[in-house]
């Protein structure tokens, strides 16, 4: 079995209301060292498989077609085995 | 600088409605190697501080104050300098 650890971010030049609606939570909690805070998602999807490339391929796919917004996001992922 | 890169997760024992709903996508999409889905958070914060005790322990009182509901999720997270 094979894991995809999938981060998904908004590009860089998006701005992200959450993560700024955090920072001035944070500033008023009294953290004032807080610079900049970023919220992005990160998904987990366990595959009956233990063809990399394959599913590799399919998690390219998945991203692409349900996940990430090409519009206004990137995602990068890694795969990990499982070991059961 | 020190970035705080924070993972905030259900609790295995809690059910995951989202990663169901995209499980269930992905099936009816016809990925049906996909077994399982957990979405979760990642967050990073960047604090104007080079102190690894301090800045630590900060992160800990947000996740604990602010990110993470102590009810239904875990949260981990670790610090990478930020070269600027």
């Excluded at 998006?14 to 805070?37: E, R």
Aim: glycine share 2%.
């Amino acid at each position: 079995m094979l894991k995809a650890k999938i981060f998904v971010q908004l590009k860089p030049s998006v701005l992200d209301p959450q993560g700024k609606a955090v920072t001035n939570s944070l500033h008023n909690l009294g953290f004032d060292k807080v610079l900049q805070t970023r919220i992005s998602k990160y998904i987990e999807i366990n595959f009956d498989s233990d063809d990399r490339e394959d599913v590799s391929r399919q998690t390219t796919k998945i991203c692409d077609s349900l996940l990430a917004n090409p519009n206004t996001e990137t995602y990068h992922f890694e795969l990990e085995e499982i070991k059961s």
